[in-house]
């Protein structure tokens, strides 16, 4: 994968999205666990963009209780949690 350099005036919209999406995502956990869910499955936001690291994880399930602080894999990550129901 390419390294990405991050000009200084861009740096601090880059933490700020990555901790949204950090918070987002261990929010998800969370309401999933109040809920019942057991599993969860990882959903990369699929794009030229998507890193190989991130679309290695595409599609990958776990147990609600691995699942917290795992996203956002990387800085400007776009990934997220969907729980997974019995339906599924």
């Known amino acids: 994968d390419p390294i990405l350099s991050v000009d200084a005036k861009y740096r601090s ?11 987002a995502n261990n929010g998800a956990v969370e309401n999933y666990k109040k809920n019942g869910i057991k599993q969860v499955k990882w959903i990369a936001a699929l794009s030229e963009r998507t890193c190989s690291q991130c679309l290695a994880k595409n599609g990958e399930i776990l147990n609600i209780e691995e699942a ?15 729980g997974i129901t019995a339906l599924d």
Do not use: D, G, K, Y
């Not at 919209?13 to 918070?23: A, D, G, H, K, P």
């Not at 917290?68 to 969907?82: D, M, T």
């Open 13 to 23: 919209m880059l933490i700020t999205r990555s901790e949204v999406i950090r918070n």
């Open 68 to 82: 917290h602080n795992q996203i956002p894999l990387h800085s400007n990550c776009r990934c997220a949690w969907s």
